[in-house]
């Protein structure tokens, strides 16, 4: 087994339409394509790539706060003071989804297209869009 410790990152673009067909696109920067109808999008968010160029994670093996230095995720960083290396992951994007027939949230990872959601407090089923 390998030693390569993940860190997931804190900062994410907001999510993104399609220009195409306005379904949701995956979660990424730069060109990304539409999972329902292929078109290619270009995703940039100004904010969201300075905060992730700047971001500062300290090293899982010995705490020495890095700095990114990229936008790009995943991203292998090498720490400078232990000499080890940790893979810097995209952060996992949830959307909170009120169920229609208990008001209970449901906190899912959003999937480009229909998908049907099940409520585990109401056992009512319902389709969401994105
Ligand atoms: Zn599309
Ligand atoms: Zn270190
Ligand atoms: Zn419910």
Do not use: Y
């Not at 410790?5 to 060109?31: I, Q």
């Not at 904010?47 to 991203?75: F, M, N, S, W, Y």
């Not at 952060?91 to 229609?100: N, Y």
């Amino acid at each position: 087994m390998s030693d390569m410790v993940e860190v997931e990152s804190k900062h994410a673009p907001p999510l993104a339409e399609c220009v195409n067909c306005g379904h949701m696109l995956p979660p990424g920067l730069g060109e990304v394509f539409c999972e329902v109808c292929g078109a290619g999008c270009k995703v940039s968010h100004e904010p969201t790539i300075k905060a992730l160029q700047e971001e500062k994670v300290p090293c899982p093996h010995c705490h020495t706060i890095l700095v990114a230095g990229t936008e790009d995720r995943p991203v292998d960083l090498s720490c400078g003071a232990c000499s080890r290396e940790f893979t810097l992951t995209p952060k996992i994007v949830k959307v909170e989804i009120d169920c229609p027939g208990c008001e209970r949230i449901l906190r899912i990872r959003p999937k480009p297209g229909k998908r049907q959601l099940n409520c585990p407090a109401c056992d009512s089923s319902f389709h969401v869009t994105f």
